[in-house]
């Protein structure tokens, strides 16, 4: 009896936690628009995954997001990008002139801007910072791959500096309004790598580091005396918050929470299942979808692939990126239409190219000579249709269940695409020597020249396509030295066109980031590479 | 004399033990298949394929070119002198990164500690010593409830409830004195679940005892009964729980501290084995080994201590 009595005791209070738990959250409703005055002070934060992605504060060294993000607030660049259009406007640099080769990049700086330390951002310093990632080879992660063929810079005068190429650069430009070639006052160039790293540099952004735990926290605060806002920001002068902090927050379904809760502004990552509670409590979702080159199969053109063109364009025919996307990763994501992203400078829909047939997929491979064998999968001369695509297995949550869902798709037709598991150097040493059929990559660029450097024939670092020379070098070279944005526009039309009509690209799907925020947060924007810009933020006072 | 030879025995073996602490994780960590510089250079592999050139001189730099027995040497020689090693994910001293986060740490542990103490005290006290068989069954029965239940849930609701609606306490942190009540309440409450069933059985057992029965023949009170004579006896299993303790709080502290998103040693312990940060992981492998070591030794001294039966004759039973 006492065992009974104590086990509804329990129940008890298992169920009143239960209940409390499941309580609907604040009924803040939200606000109906942001035409509200700003507010200065106070604190705003901003919730995401550091593990991996916060490693250092050195801007050439970065490739992620979140820590360009952070680089963003502390520095500027010479130029801005308009989400909006792709185009490239004044920020540091007032005026720019580029060489009809593509080679030669002079920019005219504004006046009176100054570092957080008082030094004059002039030619001098601008030239200090780049000659430093020329020295750096290699370790600048960020900044090497659009520096190809860099020769150097030129000091014209004081407000003039001049940058140099051995080869057509046409990413240059785009690639300068980007936090990887964020600015750092002269005097903390020479510092140890180590200090860099750890943010102890003096930037001319909006806010300046106060303290930097990669474990858990960065604290910004507003930089006082600011005025070198980009033509794209919403006001000038000062920030409006008096501290901007970022947090680490690894569990997607806890970000959630914290946003509805209020107890932070923002958070990046914000998984499809949470969406819809967002929504419901009161919270604005932000997805944005991103540039570059799409989530896709890259055919490895070394590989048996190579000389199968209806293999190829089976593949195209036998993959429903429209159901996975809507299944795996919700609206937010569109099917893949080409291989750049759809809100990418430059992109061009190439989906008449590319529909859902498994019929015509199974047609092809029958023409092919690839007959079904008894366990569905189809043969040809003893060998089984196989497709190796490293680490398409080991993609984490969401992607692994697109994988599954693609696995299923290609066995109706008979492809096998074993979903491959293997750890990070397995797959790098597969990528480095070729031995694989296919490579599912993405990379966000806000601009087409992601397209050059993986169909390059002249192998870049980023050329999983292992291309061949062909006509299609031809159509990337024109691509690349186009400096006009329409004429280039025009040649990465043909680029993209080639790519999937010979089906060397596979795309899969059009990607999207989805950030949350409540209605305390105020003033938040993207930029073209759907990082968050916070100099225009304020904060609801609570 | 023969408390000296004892003790050097003892503090002999605790060396022994944090040798092949570190031994084991060395072989173990550095002939995984798995290759923390590329992952490091890869970064996920957005960075398109490597240059082996940067690889080589990387992997010089950490001395990895080098065969694993050299290796081996140098490591062993670096962090007997003290040097610990460069966090490959962070590229900082490991030292450095530890000693950011083990304040936060202590702070969790020790109030955890404290309360899982008091919490299994009390709760054998009772236990034991009330006359309400009813009350007995009922405070028997928490333990096992509260040892089922894993840690992170447990965390989770306190979340939900405590921090996201009704918004007493945050739900990260570790700033404020209000960010530890959650997270030490998490870590508490399996930790006080093992300390009460040891302690619960042990008092069972003492309060049967006949000296129990002679002193109450005597005319003493419960209280008293309790004070001189059944705690002092029933807490020598609860020492040599220390232990198991210890290593709950430091496996609770990991969980607690990613779900509280706390930075102290035991998130720092997740996110070095997710990142594959070798000399990060080993360095807390070793100091966990060194903590319990310290924690066994001063256990060792305190049995005396607590019971003078106790004596040192070559083997102690533990």
Known sequence: MPIKKSLAALAGTVAVLVALAGCAGSGDSPKSSDSATPVSGGTYKHAFSFPGVITSLDPPTLIFHEALQVVRALTDSLVDQDPKTGEIVPWIATKWEVSPDAKTYTFTLRDGATFSDGTPIDAAAVKANFDRIQALGPKAVGAAPLLIGFTGTTVVDKKTVKFEFSQPSALFLQALSGAVFGLISPKDLTKDPAAIAKGDYAGSGPFTLKSYNPQSEIDLDKRVGYDTPSSLAKHTGDAYVDHLVFIEEGTPSKRADQVLSGEIQSAAQIAYQDESRLKAGGATLLPLKIPGLTENLIINQKSFLGSEPKVRQALLAAIDTATITKTVFGPSYGPGTSSLGSNTPGYADESSLISYNPKKAKALLDEAGWVPGADGIREKDGKKLTIRVPGIGAWGASNGDAAVLLQAQLKEVGIDLPLDKSDSATQQAALASGDYDADKWQMTRADPSVLNAVWNSKHTSQGYAWAQPGPLDDLLAAQESEVDPKARAAASAKVQEYLIKNAWSIPLDDRAWTYAYNSTAHGLRADAETKLVFYDVWVDSK | ?318
């Open chain 2, 1 to 318: 004399m023969e408390l000296l030879r004892y003790w050097s025995a003892r503090v002999a073996q605790s060396v022994f033990v944090l040798w092949a602490a570190f031994t084991v994780s060395f072989f173990v960590l550095y002939g995984l298949p798995s290759d923390p510089v590329t992952l490091m250079l890869s970064q996920g592999g957005t960075s398109g394929v490597l240059d082996p050139a940067a690889v080589a001189s990387i992997n010089h730099e950490y001395g990895f070119d080098q065969p694993l027995i050299v290796q081996y040497v140098n490591r062993l020689g670096a962090f007997v002198t003290g040097h610990f090693g460069v966090s490959i994910d962070q590229g900082q001293d490991v030292l450095t990164i530890v000693s950011r986060g083990a304040w936060s740490t202590i702070q969790i542990a020790l109030l955890s500690f404290v309360l899982a103490i008091v919490l299994g005290l009390g709760i054998a006290v009772t236990a034991s010593s009330t006359r309400m068989r009813w009350l007995r069954q009922l405070l028997q029965s928490l333990p096992p409830l509260a040892l089922s239940l894993p840690t992170f849930w447990l965390g989770l609701v306190l979340i939900q409830v405590f921090a996201f609606q009704l918004h007493w306490f945050p739900s990260f942190g570790d700033k404020t004195p209000n960010t530890l009540v959650l997270p030490v309440l998490t870590l508490a409450i399996p930790v006080s679940a093992s300390v009460a069933q040891v302690l619960t059985k042990s008092f069972l057992g003492v309060w049967r005892q006949p000296f129990v029965q002679v002193a109450q023949s005597k005319g003493f009170g419960r209280r008293q009964l309790l004070s001189k004579h059944v705690l002092r006896n029933a807490v020598i299993p609860a020492l040599t729980m220390a232990g198991i303790t210890l290593g709950q709080l430091l496996a609770g502290a990991v969980i607690t501290e990613t779900v509280f998103s706390r930075p102290g040693l035991g998130s720092m312990t997740q996110r070095a084995v997710q990142t594959q940060d070798i000399p990060v992981v080993q360095f807390m492998v070793v100091l966990a080994a060194l903590v319990f070591v310290v924690v066994n030794l001063v256990v060792d001294a305190l049995y005396p201590v607590i019971d003078p039966r106790i004596r040192r004759r070559g083997l102690v039973a533990a």
